[in-house]
DNA sequence: GGCCAGGTGTAAA
DNA sequence: TTTACACATGGC
């Protein structure tokens, strides 16, 4: 099928299916930033966890965390797995933020993406995460449900790059921070049910094997 | 008990 | 420029 036609109809199908998903789950911009960082290859479930200790003990702000001792937050974000990356990770993302964080940056995206991805521990899909449902700018957040089924669609190879698949979004569906919202929200919520597994469990699934 | 989860950085081939 | 591996907890 061609890629565009895959592309939009994969939307309308996920959306009628499940429905709009209003992500992302985080009442402010810094619990979501801070959320992007603690989702890193881990089950969400446990970064509730991380965040709910974070909040009770009043330092789910990038403020806080910039102050707080390493050994703190490491102590609070344990559940979330990866803590003590994660704790260098949330350090370096609250210095930038509370220090060097130039607002006007935000008008170019290209040059914010940038700074994000040169920070340790923030890569394509955390950064592209950050603009995205933290600043609504509208950079497609590829992740690992969303490959595979690219990939079981034959819409990309095996090891096309990050760049590569989202530069498909960016072409094919117009770039709008709502749609690929959405969209992003769509996929996962795909993943999660059972629909993009080793062994996937399709009996109510709304994407079929052989095809849209 | 093994596999997986809303990845990233590093080192070696 | 690829590939392999470490990082770590908790649910099923």
């Not at 603690?38 to 702000?61: D, F």
């Not at 490491?74 to 509370?98: D, H, M, N, V, W």
Request: proline residues 3%; aromatic residues 12%.
């Amino acid at each position: 099928m061609d890629k565009e036609i895959f592309l939009i109809k994969l939307y309308e199908i996920l959306l009628s299916s499940f429905g709009k998903q209003n992500w992302w789950p985080g009442e402010t911009r810094d619990e979501i930033i801070i959320g992007a960082v603690l989702t890193q290859n881990t089950n969400w479930k446990n970064v509730e966890k991380a965040i709910s200790n974070l909040k009770t003990n009043n330092c789910l702000s990038l403020e806080c965390l910039r102050n707080a001792s390493s050994d703190t937050i490491a102590s609070l974000i344990r559940p979330a797995g990866f803590y003590k990356q994660k704790t260098s990770t949330l350090k370096e993302i609250a210095y930038y933020f509370t220090n060097n964080f130039n607002r006007n940056i935000k008008k170019k995206p290209y040059k914010f993406r940038e700074e994000l991805l040169s920070l340790k521990g923030i890569g394509n899909e955390t950064g592209d995460s950050i603009l995205l449902y933290a600043f609504d700018i509208p950079f497609f957040v590829v992740d690992a449900y969303t490959k595979r089924i690219l990939i079981r669609h034959k819409i990309i190879g095996n090891h096309d790059s990050y760049l590569e698949i989202q530069s498909l979004f960016h072409s094919f569906i117009p770039k709008n921070a709502y749609v690929y919202n959405e969209y992003h929200a769509l996929m996962v919520k795909l993943g999660k049910e059972y629909c993009l597994k080793k062994e996937p469990k399709c009996n109510t699934c709304p994407i079929k094997k052989g095809g849209l």
